[in-house]
């Protein structure tokens, strides 16, 4: 399976404390996403990192790749308790699949 | 732009009915996929379209159908509701380019709620 694993499955810390999430996968990719999802909402799209990228900010946002590890991480600075919601990474397949495959997130609390 | 649009946002049917899930997108984004999330699951492909007139199945695609007339519109089918598909539906669309492929960033529908009882 292309599925790969979010890690941790639930994080909890102190408002303006960084958080670090990470994504591991199986096969190549061409890229990885990261998407947010407050509870009972749809998913937004965070950040894109291609597969020839190692390291990409937005805001507050900052992703990596190592693709000779297969993982990614995501690191959300100073955190808010906005920030609260569930995180996922999505692999975007290099084997001509056009089938997005999602792991099962991330959970962040961000306690105020 | 409305973006992706999903109607209805929550629906109970019983055992045995049939309902579409509607889809649309106003982003003239040739790639539309339909995912299921269940509690502490992430979400798993039903069907997807490259473009209209093409759909193929994705991950978990029985007791669903799909079709794919225009480009704006993606309407998922259950054919005969059992319990096992109460989950929240989402839809997304991108853009492909050349490639055809779904490489690029996905845009979602905000759910439906659908129970079946």
């Known amino acids: 399976s292309q599925q790969g694993e979010e890690d941790p499955q639930a994080l909890s810390i102190q408002e303006g404390e960084n958080a670090t999430m990470n994504c591991s996968y199986k096969?190549?990719?061409?890229?990885l996403q990261w998407y947010r999802q407050n509870s009972g909402r749809g998913l937004v799209h965070l950040i894109l990192?291609?597969?020839?990228?190692r390291e990409k900010h937005s805001g507050r946002l900052r992703v990596t790749l190592d693709t000779s590890k297969k993982s990614s991480s995501l690191l959300i600075t100073a955190s808010r308790a906005a920030d609260t919601a569930s995180y996922f990474c999505?692999?975007?397949?290099?084997?001509?699949?056009?089938?997005?495959?999602f792991g099962t997130g991330t959970r962040l609390t961000i306690i105020p | 732009n409305a973006g992706v649009t999903q109607t209805p946002k929550f629906q109970v049917l019983k055992t045995g009915q049939s309902m579409t899930l509607q889809c649309a997108q106003d982003?003239?984004?040739?790639?539309m996929s339909w995912y299921r999330q269940d509690p502490g699951m992430g979400l798993r492909l039903i069907h997807y379209s490259v473009g209209a007139g093409i759909t193929d199945q994705g991950e978990v695609p029985n007791g669903y159908n799909v079709s794919r007339s225009t480009t704006e519109d993606f309407p998922l089918r259950l054919l005969s509701a059992a319990p096992s598909q109460t989950s929240v539906y989402f839809c997304a669309s991108s853009y492909s380019g050349t490639s055809g492929r779904a490489t690029d960033t996905q845009y979602f529908g905000p759910g439906t709620r659908l129970t079946v009882l």
């Open positions: 096969t190549s990719i061409n890229n």
């Open positions: 999505v692999r975007i397949s290099n084997f001509g699949n056009e089938k997005l495959t």
């Open positions: 982003m003239n984004h040739e790639y």
């Open positions: 990192i291609r597969s020839n990228e």
